[in-house]
Each structure stands twice: as C-alpha cells, then as structure tokens.
C-alpha cells in the first residue's frame, strides 16, 4: 500500500516533496509531518492578522490567505494560497494546507496535512490525519485518532495481512476526492480510497477501496404523541 495509491502531492506543496515519497506507505509520511516542519526556514514576512487571531510560534501564512476575526494558529504552521480560514478555527501545532482550502468554523487541526482544495467546514476534528485533493467532509465529520485500549493502531489490508503502523495516534488517510457525510467518525486507522464516499451518520473503520460507498442503514420507527 503506497501514498500513491490514494492522492499525489500537488505543486502548492513542493517545498516538501522531498519528505513525502509517492512510494512510502500514507502512514510513513504521517510521520514525516513533524520533521519536515521542524528543518522548515520560516523565514516569509508575517501576514497582518486581525486582532482577535492568535498566531503563536513558526507559522507561515500565504499573502492571499483570508483570516477572519477569531482563530487561533500555533506553530509550527504552513497555509498556503487562496485558504480561507474561518471563525474559530484551532490550528494546534504541525500543520500543512495547501492552495484553495476551507478550514472551517470551530474546526480543530493537529499534526495533519491537507492537500489542495479540501473543504472541512463545520466543526471537524482533523488529527493525525490527511486529506488528499479534493477530499470533503460535512459538517460534523471527526477523525478519531487514538484505540481505546491505547495500542498501536493497525491496518488490516486486503488479503488478511495486519500492519502495525508503530503509531498510537493516527487519524484518517482520506484519497483525493474523497467524500464523507454529516456527523461520520472515521476509526483510528480509516483508510479512504481515492473518490470514495461515506454516507452521513456511519461509523466507518478499515479500508475502502476507491470509488466506493460506506454507508449503514438504520431501522427508523414512529409513534404517536399521547399528550
């Protein structure tokens, strides 16, 4: 299973093409956010931000980037062209946005990297994760990122092989042009295929292959009112 298989790094992000390898598992370059952000010059004038963002530690932010009133971003940051950053955004440390994005209201990123065009709107919880191309969640998606039990998380591929990533924090791997519906949880570990789609309200963990729908059904009932 290469990165390869699910998205391919656009141009925006060439300043760190050289971390992440189309040949390298999507876990393996997970690991590679941090470094690569560490060896970074953060060395670009900041852009002015309004009053009420908080901007704490190395953070770049592309002159095109639209900042609204309230956001906090923490260091190390990299967002790049034409990202619109919305009210209540929390970028919490080692974060990588490419061109066009949306990171929406009261949305939560952590050691992620999101590639060109990914549109997380309404309160999403993105950590440990990263979102290809395209890829879109609606409102309410979480990415969980830690076991239960705490263990390492692993990945079960096709064929029955198992693959301890050696990672104990690990979100979602999301193809481009992936898509995942309203109020989902993605399991430690979720593995989306490039054009996949989730449907609203599903708890999905695994690996969906490309162009492919998760969805559950739930058994609705109804009742009369007695008052």
């Not at 950590?127 to 079960?156: E, M, Y």
């Not at 570990?189 to 996949?196: E, H, I, K, N, V």
């Amino acid at each position: 299973m290469k990165a390869s298989d699910f998205f391919a790094l656009p141009a925006s992000l060439a300043p760190f093409s050289a971390a992440f390898l189309p040949d390298a598992t999507p876990w393996d370059w997970l690991k590679q956010i941090a470094p690569v952000l560490a060896a970074h010059h953060f060395d670009q004038p900041m852009l002015k931000v309004p009053r009420g963002v908080h901007v704490e530690g190395f953070v770049y932010l592309h002159p095109t980037v639209t900042l609204p009133h309230t956001a906090t971003i923490i260091g190390p940051a990299w967002i790049g062209a034409d990202t619109e950053i919305r009210p209540g955004a929390f970028i919490r440390g080692n974060v990588i946005v490419g061109e066009h994005c949306v990171l929406g209201n009261a949305c939560e990123f952590k050691n992620c990297l999101l590639m060109n065009r990914v549109q997380t709107p309404h309160f999403n919880y993105v950590g440990d994760s990263i979102l290809g191309n395209g890829a879109h969640f609606g409102a309410g998606v979480i990415c969980s990122n830690v076991r239960l039990d705490q263990k390492h998380v692993t990945i079960a591929l096709p064929g029955g092989v198992v693959v301890d990533t050696g990672l104990k924090k690990f979100g979602a791997i999301v193809g481009d042009f992936a898509e995942v519906g309203c109020n989902a949880v993605l399991q430690p570990g979720t593995m989306l295929g490039p054009r996949s789609l989730v449907m609203p309200l599903t708890a999905f963990g695994g690996v969906l292959p490309p162009a492919t729908i998760a969805h559950s059904r739930q058994q609705l009932s109804t009742l009369p009112r007695r008052d």
